[in-house]
């Protein structure tokens, strides 16, 4: 049997299990967009930005910080640059997977 395996991605804590679902189901074009949003924000072109999934995860974002929010409910907030790394290295290896390289 031949298959392939999607990259996924795995939360170290179950609070961001809901966001990486809804980042999971995400096509490669919005994941792009996320990534483009982010730029704007550290390059000044906007204060802040926001990007949100299917399932009422919201992630509020400036420079800084990024807040990620499950249902108006404040989950955590991280560090702006590793949700932007993270997304980064999810579409890389996601353009691998459906490019065949993976």
């Given at each position: 049997?031949k298959?392939?395996?999607?990259?996924?991605?795995?939360?170290?804590?179950?609070n961001?299990?809901?966001?990486?679902d809804?980042?999971?189901?995400?096509?490669l074009?919005?994941?792009?967009d996320l990534i483009?949003?982010m730029?704007?924000?550290?390059?000044?072109?906007w204060?802040?930005?926001?990007?949100s999934g299917?399932?009422?995860?919201?992630?509020d974002?400036?420079?800084?910080?990024?807040?990620?929010?499950?249902?108006?409910?404040?989950?955590?907030?991280e560090?702006?640059?590793?949700?932007?790394?993270?997304?980064?290295?999810?579409r890389?290896?996601?353009?691998?997977?459906e490019?065949?390289?993976?």
């Amino acid at each position: 049997m031949k298959c392939r395996i999607k990259p996924i991605l795995i939360s170290d804590s179950n609070n961001y299990n809901v966001l990486f679902d809804e980042i999971m189901v995400m096509p490669l074009s919005q994941i792009n967009d996320l990534i483009e949003g982010m730029k704007n924000v550290f390059d000044g072109k906007w204060k802040s930005n926001s990007f949100s999934g299917h399932h009422m995860a919201i992630v509020d974002y400036d420079k800084e910080t990024a807040r990620i929010s499950h249902f108006e409910e404040l989950i955590g907030e991280e560090p702006t640059i590793d949700i932007y790394n993270m997304l980064i290295a999810y579409r890389d290896r996601l353009e691998d997977f459906e490019t065949g390289k993976y």
